[in-house]
């Protein structure tokens, strides 16, 4: 079992920054998939990056339009996770989950995780 919880969402305005974070819980918190969604209002959740491996090598894997100014880290001493964003624009707003899974492919899919936090607000004024 995992437990996973968000923090760091608030308002901000275009073109500024903010650092979500995802505390899990749970012993196996390394062998995780890890991955950030996102959803606006009226509109389906959607990928927006996640961190998992291969044998020794790490990955990361980032929705188009969050490349370059998101960044996705972990902290294995802490069991946490964060999602760096800058350069924030108005359609960035949503509220943002942290999503925990075993699988290391099809990563995008939000039915694969089984382990979700209860979502931050981000919200980006123009």
């Known amino acids: 079992q995992v437990q996973l919880v968000e923090s760091g969402g608030g308002l901000v305005q275009a073109g500024g920054s903010l650092r979500l974070s995802c505390a899990a819980s749970?012993?196996?918190?390394?062998?995780?998939?890890m991955a950030w969604f996102r959803q606006a209002p009226g509109e389906e959740r959607d990928f927006v990056a996640a961190?998992?491996?291969?044998?020794?090598?790490?990955?990361?894997y980032y929705t188009d339009s969050v490349k370059g100014r998101f960044t996705m880290s972990r902290d294995n001493a802490k069991n946490t996770v964060y999602l760096q964003m800058n350069s924030l624009k108005p359609e960035d707003t949503a509220a943002y989950y942290c999503?925990?899974?075993?699988?290391?492919?099809?990563?995008?899919?939000?039915?694969?995780?089984?382990?979700w936090g209860q979502g931050t607000q981000v919200t980006v004024s123009s």
């Open positions: 999503a925990a899974g075993r699988q290391t492919t099809v990563i995008r899919t939000p039915s694969r995780y089984p382990y």
């Open positions: 749970g012993r196996t918190f390394s062998s995780y998939t």
């Open positions: 961190r998992t491996w291969s044998g020794e090598s790490t990955y990361y």
